[in-house]
């Protein structure tokens, strides 16, 4: 029987996903991967299972979006609320840019950068398949370049237990 490896990984960023074209240039950019615990999340269609990872965030992550937003609606950048209703269809703050079989991106757009996430499923990785969660970030200006330096080392840990929780969860 073929053990399955929970671990979340660093990972090169996938050529095939679709935000590709963004890489070069960019101010961050990021991919993290793991295993998939089943065959349910194997099948799963993309934008529940993206709503399964963006929602596996842990508490603490939650708590930092909260002092996030109390210092960054003083430079006139958008609180996680003002995110939430804009309109278009969303998964949580992200706007839904596009869904295929086996991608989605989400991201959103502003006046210090832009931000895209790529949840990108391989079916033939592992034994249930794989996931490959893809960060980029293209700031246009001072404020956006000082948000990336001060954020860069939570996001990078939110994706990572986001993954995990998720796995641990069996993507449920």
Not at 85 to 98: E, L, N, S, T, Y
Not at 102 to 128: K, Q, T
Request: some cysteine; hydrophobic content about 45%.
């Amino acid at each position: 029987m073929q053990e399955m490896n929970n671990a979340v990984r660093a990972v090169a960023l996938p050529p095939g996903a679709s935000i590709a074209p963004l890489y070069p240039g960019s101010h961050l950019a990021d991919a993290y991967a793991v295993e998939l615990p089943t065959a349910q999340a194997r099948q799963m269609d993309m934008e529940s299972l993206a709503r399964v990872l963006l929602g596996s965030q842990p508490g603490w992550a939650r708590k930092l979006m909260v002092v996030r937003d109390a210092i960054v609606a003083r430079f006139g950048i958008r609180t996680a609320r003002q995110m939430e209703a804009r309109p278009g269809k969303r998964i949580g703050i992200f706007r839904i840019f596009a869904v295929s079989d086996d991608e989605i991106i989400v991201g959103e757009d502003d006046s210090h950068l832009d931000f895209r996430l790529s949840v990108l499923r391989n079916r033939d990785a592992g034994r249930h398949g794989s996931v490959t969660m893809s960060s980029v970030v293209h700031c246009h200006n001072r404020v956006g370049r000082a948000y990336i330096l001060l954020i860069r080392p939570f996001h990078k840990l939110i994706v990572q237990r986001s993954l995990a929780r998720a796995v641990k969860g069996g993507f449920a």
